[in-house]
T-cell receptor
């Protein structure tokens, strides 16, 4: 079973460049999430979606945009990358009312 | 708002030692509680969970009991192995509304032979 798949796994960007991170899940989950993981800060929620065509802001949404055009995919976009966005990004999905979340393997992004 | 506090790491143990990782929470409602584990280079995966007071979650020799009176969910294992070396995250989820997961900062466990 693939579960949650993130693309790419690694990326280096220059300041000001844009990119899109792709998350795909094959479990027919309603909820999808994007987190960033930084040393000493745990996981912080960037944006989330409670169903196809819906998105909402999490704790740290500034500088990011998302789209959920298909139920199985959740895209995270950086329009103009900044060094402060250097982080490891995790996508996750879950299906209510079971709140267990399934995570992808992460994308390590470095902005120079 | 809701929050989770974990003990600072790293926790360094010898194989077969007893493990405790402390976790306390603050929540306005009556949350579900979780422990997730992250092995090197991987995403998080659910280790165990508890959904109501006095419930004990257990998996792979790890246990944690939902203590409403002390707002705690400490993780324990009687005899750790080198393969348990990982980062452990305590988390809570509200049981109404969006049911967002709120994570602690994580505790790194290092087990030596």
């Amino acid at each position: 079973n693939a579960g949650v798949t993130q693309t790419p796994k690694f990326r280096v960007l220059k300041t000001g460049q844009s990119m899109t991170l792709l998350c795909a899940q094959d479990m027919n989950h309603e909820y999808m999430y994007w987190y960033r993981q930084d040393p000493g800060m745990g996981l912080r929620l960037i944006h989330y979606s409670v169903g196809e065509g819906t998105t909402a802001k999490g704790e740290v949404p500034d500088g990011y945009n998302v789209s959920r055009l298909k139920k199985q995919n959740f895209l995270l976009g950086l329009e103009s990358a900044a060094p402060s966005q250097t982080s490891v990004y995790f996508c996750a999905s879950s299906h209510p009312p079971n709140t267990e979340a399934f995570f992808g393997q992460g994308t390590r992004l470095t902005v120079v | 708002g809701n929050s989770v506090t974990q003990m600072e790491g790293p926790v360094t143990l010898s194989e077969e030692a007893f493990l405790t990782i402390n976790c306390t929470y603050t929540a306005t409602g009556y949350p579900s509680l979780f422990w997730y584990v992250q092995y090197p280079g991987e995403g998080l995966q659910l280790l165990l969970k508890a959904t109501k007071a006095d419930d004990k979650g257990s998996n792979k020799g790890f246990e944690a009991t939902y203590r409403k009176e002390t707002t705690s969910f400490h993780l324990e294992k009687g005899s750790v192995q080198v393969s348990d070396s990982a980062v452990y995250f305590c988390a809570l989820s509200e049981r109404t509304g969006f049911q967002k997961l709120v994570f602690g900062t994580g505790t790194r466990l290092l087990v030596s032979p």
